[in-house]
């Protein structure tokens, strides 16, 4: 007889509990009701960092504060902001993917598993929407960096710091 290690022994608790849930069924990981649930909370956080910005003025990017370069997805918010505001041009010159990331969004919420597999078209309309965001940064870097808003150096960004203070300590 093989010996069980004391974390594969069942407890009297974890017993018990499966003798109290025996025959109830489990909620599905896919229910309705759970994607309403996800939905409201994407909905709650994308309106807090809006407010948060709106008043605020905070950065959220990381990428921007710590390197001082804008990343692929740098002027989103402030294009949905400009969208919301009724300023479409505005929106669109600020970031012309800004309605992907919510489409994708809702598309692999609605679609995320299918009798338990998961759509090879997930896969595929994630590295899509990568490589338009991606090719579109790189078109933005060329036309735009570094005079143009959302494509400008941040002079206060970590790395710029740190560069100047190392060059002013170590260069005679």
């Given amino acids: 007889m093989k010996r069980r290690l004391p974390s594969e022994q069942s407890s009297?608790?974890?017993?018990?509990?499966?003798?109290?849930?025996?025959?109830?069924?489990?909620p599905s990981k896919n229910s309705p009701i759970k994607k309403f649930w996800q939905a409201i909370i994407l909905l709650?956080?994308?309106?807090?960092?809006?407010?948060?910005?709106?008043?605020?003025?905070?950065?959220?990017?990381?990428?921007?504060?710590?390197?001082g370069v804008p990343?692929?997805?740098?002027?989103?918010?402030?294009?949905?902001?400009?969208?919301?505001?009724?300023?479409y041009l505005e929106a669109w010159h600020l970031h012309p993917l800004f309605f992907l990331f919510p489409l994708v969004v809702a598309l692999i919420l609605l679609y995320e598993k299918k009798n338990g597999e998961k759509?090879?078209?997930?896969?595929?309309?994630?590295?899509?929407?990568?490589?338009?965001?991606?090719?579109?940064?790189?078109?933005?870097?060329?036309?735009?960096?570094p005079h143009e808003e959302p494509m400008t150096w941040n002079?206060?960004?970590?790395?710029?710091?740190?560069?100047r203070f190392l060059e002013v300590r170590f260069n005679p």
């Fill in 44 to 67: 709650g956080v994308s309106g807090a960092v809006f407010l948060i910005y709106q008043n605020f003025s905070v950065n959220f990017c990381p990428i921007y504060a710590i390197v």
């Fill in 12 to 26: 009297p608790l974890k017993r018990d509990a499966a003798v109290r849930n025996q025959g109830k069924e489990r």
């Fill in 155 to 163: 002079e206060r960004a970590v790395l710029r710091q740190l560069w």
């Fill in 71 to 87: 990343c692929p997805s740098c002027g989103m918010t402030r294009s949905w902001i400009e969208l919301l505001s009724g300023n």
């Fill in 119 to 145: 759509r090879k078209w997930v896969k595929y309309t994630l590295i899509l929407s990568l490589t338009l965001l991606i090719g579109v940064w790189l078109l933005r870097m060329i036309t735009m960096f």
